[in-house]
Each structure stands twice: as C-alpha cells, then as structure tokens.
C-alpha cells in the first residue's frame, strides 16, 4: 500500500470529523476517544490499508474481540489486545471503531 | 537434519538459538531485531544423539501470511525448503495470539515441537498452563523451556524430543479449511474461526489469576519513562549516565591501565630493536604500527563499558519506549517511532542499523532511515569522541551526550527536508508496536555482547587499521620521488600533498591542515582511523592519559600538538561524526535503498549536513569565545548559502508536487 493512497484514506477520516460537527448524532466511536481501563469490543476496523487490516488481524485485533486502553501518552494510546500491550498512534486509534 | 526456530517476535528465537549453538547472535527485548535467517549447528552438550542437527533462527512472523518483509523470510523458509522439523517458540505468556501462528504452523505437515518459552514469567504472574494438556489439544509435544536460563532450561529435552518426531507426520489439529483461496472473505472467514478455536482451547489450558488488561506497575512504569514532558528529559539523564559511567568514570580507570601496558610494549620494541636499525623501519614499526593501533586501542575499555550499558538498557526493555518516545516528533517529519530500532541498533554499528530498516514498510520512509541512520555515533566514532572529550573537554559526560542528541536532532531535520524534498509531506502512515515487558536486565548477557564487540574493535584494529596506519606512515615518511622527507619539510611528503587540496576546503570548518585532512579522510575507511591517523601524524601514541604526555612532551599537550582551539576541536569532532559513515556502511545504504538516486543523494546530503554543521560549530564558537568570526568566514559561508538555497529550491519543487499529489487526492475521494 503505498503511502499516497494512506494520505486519501486520510482526507476521507477528515472529512468524516467534519461532519460529526455537523451532526452530532452520527458520531462514530473510535478508540481516540474511548474510555481507559474498559473493556470495549472492535466494531470495525476502517482502512483503505489491507495489509494493515491483515496485520492487525493476526495480533488479534480484529471485529468482535476485545480491546482495553491502558494509558495514552501524549499522541500514542497503549492498547491491551488478547495478553500483549501495543503502542499505537492516533491515526490507528482512529481506524479503530468500538 | 534441519531444524527451523518458528514464532512470534520477542518471543525469545535468538536468546534459544544462541543457547543451542553457542553463537552470540544480537538480542534484544524488543520485536524485530532479528531481520535475516541464522545457522548453527546444535552445542555437542545438548545433542545426545549421534546425528548432526542444524538450527536456523529466522525472522519474528505472527501469521503465514507476511506483512513485514522479514516475516517473509520466514514464510518463505518453512514453506519452499521443508525443513525436517520446526520448532514454534510460544511466548507462554501470550498463548491466545501466539498460538495463531501455530496451528498455521501445524497445517504444513511438518513435525512440530512446541517450546513453551518464558515459562517462568508464567509463573510469576501467577498463571498456570496445563502443559499435557496442551500437547494433547495441539497434536504435538510441548517443552517448557526457559531460554535466557544457564540450566535447567529444558533445551535438552527439546532438542531430544525434535530428533524423536524427526520423519513423522504431523496431525493438524485445526484445518482451517478455506472454501476459496482467491476469495478475501472466505479467508477472513477462516482466520476469524481458526481463533475461535484457539480461545477454546486456551480457555481448556490457561489458568489466570490476573486479567491481562489489569493495570500492572508496568503500566505505571511506562506512564512515567514515556510521559508527554518528561520522556525526553529521561532519555538525555540515562544517556548522560551512560556517558558520564563510560568515558568519565570507569572507562578511563581501565584504559589507564591498559595504556600503561601498551607504552610498556612501545618501550619494549624500543629497546629489542637496538639503535642500529633503520630509522624508516623503526619509525613505522613504533609511531606507525605500534602508536596508531595502540592509540585506537586505549579506548577500547571505554567503548566496552559503554556497549556494557547499552546492552542492558536494550535487555530491560526500555528501548521500545524510547521509539515510542521519539514516534511523536518522527511523524511530525515523516517518518515514525520504527526508524528509532534502526537508530538504537546504528549506536552499535551502522552496518546492521541499515540492514534493520528492512523492517520499515513504506519505501520512503526506508530510504530515509537509511539514509539518516549513519548519522548516528557508532562504536567506530566513539575513540573520536573519546579522544576529542579528554583531550579538549576534560572527559566531559555532556560532549557525548550532546553528539548523541545532535545526531538525533540531525536525523529529524534531515527527515524533515527530505519528506519535503520528495512531495510527500501530505502522506500518513500508521506506527504499531509490541511492547515487551521490563525485565531485569542479564549482567551475563550485557558481558557477552560486550565482548563480542570488542572482539570485533581488536580483529579490526590488527587488520584495516593496522594497514592503513603504516600506509599512512610510510606516505608521510616519503615523498613522491620516493626519498624520505627531510626534517622541516613535511609538506613535501605523499600524504601531505594528496591532503592539502582537501584541507583548504576546510580552511573555514577551523581546521584547514593536511594532518586533519588526511585523519578525516581515513576515516572513511573505518571511523577508527581517524583516532590512529592523527596518533601517527602528530607521534602521539597516548591519547588517554594526556598529563603523562605533557611531561614527556616537555610542557605541551595534545591539544597544543595539534593547535586547535576548543571551537575548531568540536567543529573536527562534529565533522568526522557527521559527514558519510565509512564505506562499508555506505555499501549497506546502497543495498537498502535499491536506488543509485537515493544513494547518490544521501550521501551528498550527509557531506553537506556535516560541512554546514561544522561551519555553524566552528563560526559561532569562535565568535562566542573570541568575539569575532573564525578564519574563511565569508569563503564558507558563501558555500553553505549555496548549499541551503540548492536544497531550498528542492524544498519548493517538492511542495509543489506535494500540492498536485493532494489535489490529485481530492479529485479521488
């Protein structure tokens, strides 16, 4: 995937943040502003990036299984998926619906 | 026979692998150090059979289906050339995702032999795993064992249970039958129940007693080391430690003693060789051979305390927060906390840092790296540094430290110009990664890395050093109708005058002389060199204890040797660190970027990023401490305008291209 096509995903995010100001109502929940410490279930992982999606699949982040933030520091989110802690950025919080 | 060592990154394949064959491949407490396949043969202690068995360590991979290419590597290796048995390394303290690639594993029809590593982290988060029970489930044999373990470890019942399964079938206990390969969904479909069926066989074997998303101390830990204000701040105080520990501290005491040792050798010579000798022969035997290799030498118990530290901070864990750390400001130029692993494993060598932005995905993002990696200080450039801090600074902490983060800030500027340079700036990626546990750090481990580097400094300095050292020698000793330079006439020899057309380059860097030239030059060869080269040019054989030398030299120093002032000394230090590493690291560049362009471009960039740096170095300094600019002001400051306006105009074409690529963009979504 090159990073071109990331950069388009990207404007797509953006746009969709424009429209929850628009309307509040539709707003989607990703993991950039869940809670920490809860348990929450992936709904949905939203990326042009397949690979990414493959990836992520095979550490077990994937729909229906669970996720927990354990802390965000600064601009990273350190998630607790099956018995691993990862460091992620807010742009894959963002990709992370729950 | 052949055995390949399978599993998750950071699960503990090379700590096994060295166990078993008593090599000392590279560790570290992170995921994805080792990039490229290994071979050994099993140690005679832990083989009790008659059979040659070799292992092959391979690459971390969390699924067959690659994402990194390294995780091809080792798809590749168990798919097309079978080994007769594999051996899955299950991190025991994440079974749920570890066994994913497991029964991946189980579906080839080649024997497999689970190690059931870490087994005593287990125990120590009071969890426990029916190991029978696991076997029996998995259609294979499990062993626990404990890898970073002297004995006990269970390594010899592994090894003797892969020999028994050695020509069997292997049961797959899950199909994972897949309806239509070509078909996305249909896989999907198959992964996402091939999980299933790991969660109820875990859920069969695990014990918990804490639930894995509990905050731990380690949490706590982390919140601290990585904080928003303070990460940084902890970074520079344990670099400044490690600093402070190696060059001020407990290096200089062992290398006291070993340079004693080295004189005492110098003497020796000396007197075995008598007066009779040629002056020629005995001048490139003692200043030559003798001084320069003993002068790069003498800083080799500073270079192995340093190694010693950092191999413990990289056996704590504490590296990956680093990158985590630093992936904050990367991003902002581009880049992401994955070029920090390049970085950290560039503090050791640049050759191997290169060869690990393998791991970094996007094509820009790896040539960058690899571009920027050099800049880091390796072991190499640490006598340079050594020698530079105790001759001009006192042994100063902070001039280390200082290199470590200027090359820090280099790299994120670089990053910066290059992202801009190449249109891209608009681009995102994403930054994941595993973060491994905190561990107390192995003294035994710290102690065997440690020594393989210095194996390494002293195979080097016996060979490329030692040769150019007497190359170096015997063309200041001549000159070009071959007679030896007379006294007072230096600058009719060899070296001098392939030199000076260099060293007036330089006039405007503070150090414009042919010794300095020709010292940086060598140092292209190996960063060493430099250290050896201005030991032979200068006949200073101690560069360690620097009042002794002032008694021998009746009155002067080093420093007065070479007739620096403090500004042109670290505009030398900041030029020889900064400008292209030496050729072979140039060579796992070219290897990397695949593109004669990129190369062609990245080491242009790094001999100007180092000749304005050291012009800023040089000019401020001195008008710092003197109140007035340093000699070739207006030449080099022509250069370095020339230089900036030339990258500059990249910078703006760039940004252009960055504009059409976003409005391309839009016309898209």
Not at chain 2, 200 to 223: I, P
């Amino acid at each position: 995937m090159n990073a071109a096509l990331i950069g388009i995903n990207k404007r797509k995010e953006l746009l969709l943040h424009i429209d929850k100001v628009g309307e509040p109502l539709s707003m989607v929940s990703d993991l950039s502003n869940a809670d920490i410490n809860k348990e929450y279930l992936i709904k949905d992982i939203q990326s042009v990036d397949e690979e990414l999606k493959n990836f992520l699949f095979s550490l077990g982040c994937f729909k229906g299984e669970s996720i927990t933030i354990i802390s965000v520091l600064a601009e990273i989110f350190v998630i607790s998926v099956k018995d691993a802690r990862y460091s992620i950025d807010a742009d894959l919080a963002r990709a992370i619906l729950v | 026979m052949k055995i390949a060592l399978a599993g998750n990154p950071n699960s503990g394949k090379t700590t096994l692998f060295n166990a078993l064959t008593g090599k000392i491949e590279h560790v570290g407490n992170w995921a994805g150090v080792t990039i490229e396949k290994k071979e050994g043969a099993v140690k005679k202690a832990l083989n009790r059979s008659d059979r040659t068995v070799t292992i092959v360590d391979l690459p971390g991979a969390y699924s067959m289906s690659p994402y990194t290419s390294e995780e091809s590597i080792t798809r590749d290796f168990v798919k097309n050339e079978k080994p007769d048995v594999i051996i899955n390394i299950v991190d025991a303290t994440n079974l749920s995702r570890s066994l994913f690639f497991t029964t991946q594993l189980l579906n080839l029809d080649i024997p497999v032999v689970i190690a059931l590593n870490k087994s005593d982290m287990t125990k120590k988060k009071k969890n426990s795993i029916e190991v029978e029970q696991l076997s029996k489930l998995l259609c294979c044999p499990v062993v626990e064992t404990i890898s970073i373990k002297e004995d006990n470890n269970g390594l010899q019942k592994l090894i003797a249970t892969a020999i028994i399964v050695d020509g069997k079938s292997q049961a797959a206990p899950y199909k994972g039958e897949v309806e239509n390969l070509t078909d996305v969904k249909s896989v999907e479909k198959s992964d996402v129940a091939r999980f299933a069926f790991i969660k109820e066989l875990v859920a069969k074997v695990e014990m918990k007693s804490v639930k894995s998303n509990a905050q731990t101390g380690q949490d706590a830990l982390d919140r601290f080391v990585a904080n928003k204000w303070l990460g940084i701040p902890i970074f520079a105080a344990v670099m400044w430690g490690v600093f402070s520990l190696s060059q001020t501290h407990v290096g200089p005491f062992f290398a006291d003693l070993l340079v004693g040792w080295i004189d005492g050798f110098y003497g020796l010579v000396e007197g075995a060789m008598g007066s009779d000798i040629s002056p020629v022969l005995s001048s490139l035997l003692l200043d030559g051979i003798i001084g320069g290799v003993g002068a790069v030498v003498g800083f080799l118990p500073l270079i192995m305390v340093l190694f010693f530290l950092l191999a413990l901070l990289e056996d704590c864990g504490y590296m990956a927060r680093v990158a985590l750390v630093m992936d904050r400001y990367f991003k902002k130029v581009g880049l992401s906390g994955k070029s920090i692993i390049p970085m950290v494993i560039g503090t050791g060598c640049a050759i191997p840092g290169v060869m690990a932005t393998r791991t970094i995905k996007n094509e820009r993002q790896r040539r960058t790296t690899a571009m920027l990696t050099p800049f880091m200080p390796c072991g190499a450039k640490l006598p340079v540094i050594a020698l530079f801090a105790g001759v001009f600074f006192n042994d100063a902490a902070w001039v280390g430290t200082t290199m470590y983060f200027l090359a820090i800030a280099i790299i994120i500027a670089g990053a910066f110009i290059i992202v801009h340079i190449t249109g891209e700036k608009n681009a995102r990626s994403f930054f994941i990664m595993e973060l491994p546990e905190y561990r107390m750090p192995s003294f035994k481990r710290a102690a065997v890395s440690m020594m393989s580097r210095a194996k390494a400094f002293i195979i080097k300095a016996g060979t490329i050093i030692l040769l150019c050292n007497a190359a170096v020698q015997l063309m200041q000793t001549f000159n070009w109708q071959f007679k030896v330079v007379a006294e007072g006439a230096e600058s009719s020899s060899i070296l001098a005058s392939i030199a000076s057309p260099f060293a007036f380059l330089l006039i405007p860097l503070g150090f414009g002389v042919w010794q300095l030239a020709a010292a940086a030059i060598t140092g292209f060869i190996a960063k060493e060199n430099v250290v050896g080269t201005l030991a032979v040019v200068y006949s200073i054989t101690n560069f360690i204890d620097t009042e002794e030398l002032a008694l021998v030299a009746g009155g002067s120093d080093v420093a007065a040797v070479m007739r620096l002032t403090s500004a042109a000394a670290l505009s030398y230090l900041v030029f020889n660190l900064f400008t292209p590493p030496c050729f072979a690291a140039i060579g796992a560049m070219n290897a990397e970027m695949e593109n004669k362009k990129w190369l062609w471009a990245g080491i242009g960039f790094q001999f100007g990023m180092g000749y304005v740096i050291s012009f800023l170095t040089y000019q401020i300094g001195t008008l710092i401490t003197t109140g007035k600019f340093g000699q070739g002001f207006i030449y080099g400051f022509i250069a370095v305008a020339l230089m900036i306006a030339y990258v500059t105009s990249l910078v703006i074409k760039g940004n252009k291209k960055a504009v059409m690529k976003l409005n391309l963009s839009v016309k898209v979504t």
